[in-house]
Each structure stands twice: as structure tokens, then as C-alpha cells.
Nanobody, 124 residues
């Protein structure tokens, strides 16, 4: 599986961005997908996940109510809509695929494939 993330950039606090991640190489529609982020000097952390069914989603408390994860299985793409961005959201954002699973999970060790990351910078 190859994952290609895009959509990062520089935005002012309170602004919005939408990240995209295009997957190729396996049955995307039956794969759990997640977004993680890593700020400078910090460990990679969970942001959001979505199961094969778009009704199954899971968010970190720090982004719940501001971020929305979604997927379009026809386009093999998962999205992360980020609203009301804060400077503390600044990080490299990674998409990831949970091989052979339909769950939505925050457990980083369960993800098998990773995209290259896209940088989100939120200025105050």
C-alpha cells in the first residue's frame, strides 16, 4: 500500500485546512485509516481514525469538535477537515492504513502503512 498525503500549509489561528490522503495498492474500502501528527520534539500522536464504514470514527480529545475525518472509497481517499485551528495544531500530519482491518483505532502500533507526511503550520 502506498499513501500520498497533501493539503498542508500555513494558516492563521482560527482558520481551516483540508488534508487528503490517496491510497493505492490494496482494497482501500476494507481498510481502517487514521491520521496522526508529530510536532517538533514530540512523539507522534493520534488525531483521528475511520473504519471501513464511514459511520465509525474516533477522535483525539484535543481535536474533537474541530476536526472531521471522512473517506471516499470510490476515490481511495481519506480526508481530514481541520477547522478552528490553533498554534498547538502545528505539526507534520501523517495518514496511515491498518492492514486487513475494518476498525477505527488510535493504537499507532496497529497501523502498517504510512504516508510521507504533510506540514501544517498555524500562526498566532
Amino acid at each position: 500500500v502506498q499513501l500520498q498525503a497533501s493539503g498542508g500549509g500555513l494558516v492563521q489561528a482560527g482558520g481551516s485546512l483540508r488534508l487528503s490522503c490517496v491510497a493505492s495498492g490494496r482494497a482501500f474500502s476494507t481498510t481502517g485509516m487514521g491520521w496522526f501528527r508529530q510536532a517538533p520534539g514530540k512523539e507522534r500522536e493520534f488525531v483521528a481514525a475511520i473504519g471501513w464504514s464511514t459511520s465509525t470514527t474516533y477522535y483525539a480529545l484535543s481535536v474533537k469538535g474541530r476536526f472531521t475525518i471522512s473517506r471516499d472509497n470510490a476515490k481511495n481517499t481519506v480526508y481530514l477537515q481541520m477547522n478552528s485551528l490553533k498554534p498547538e495544531d502545528t505539526a507534520v500530519y501523517y495518514c496511515a492504513a491498518d492492514k486487513g482491518a475494518t476498525r477505527a483505532t488510535a493504537r499507532i502500533e496497529l497501523y502498517d502503512y504510512w504516508g510521507q507526511g504533510t506540514l501544517v503550520t498555524v500562526s498566532s
